[in-house]
């Protein structure tokens, strides 16, 4: 999926994130990937990211225009947000995917 998404896809990017995320014709469900780097952190916060990440994803993914892969690429500086923050700006970056202006 992730080498997929990297070649076909597109990016967008928001600290501390890199979204990259593919919608072709022959994606029929959506699915979320992570890279999450152990610099980013101790295990339970890696966790967490996860934990956020895919919550929204489970909450904005039937808003979509159309099925899509979606690949989260956190950076190494995440640890330095706050989990509002951190959900606001994945959430940005998944309105995109919605049609919806973030």
Do not use: C, H
Request: charged residues 30%; hydrophobic residues 45%.
């Amino acid at each position: 999926m992730y080498r997929r998404v990297k070649t076909e896809g597109a990016v967008l990017r928001k600290f501390p994130f890199s979204m990259r995320y593919l919608q072709a014709e022959d994606i029929r469900e959506n699915r979320i990937g992570f890279v999450i780097r152990k610099r980013t952190g101790n295990a339970p916060l890696r966790n967490a990211m996860r934990r956020v990440l895919r919550e929204l994803f489970r909450e904005t993914s039937a808003s979509f225009l159309r099925p899509a892969w979606v690949v989260f690429d956190v950076t190494d500086k995440a640890s330095e947000t706050t989990r509002a923050e951190f959900r606001a700006r994945a959430a940005g970056l998944l309105a995109g995917l919605s049609g919806k202006a973030a």
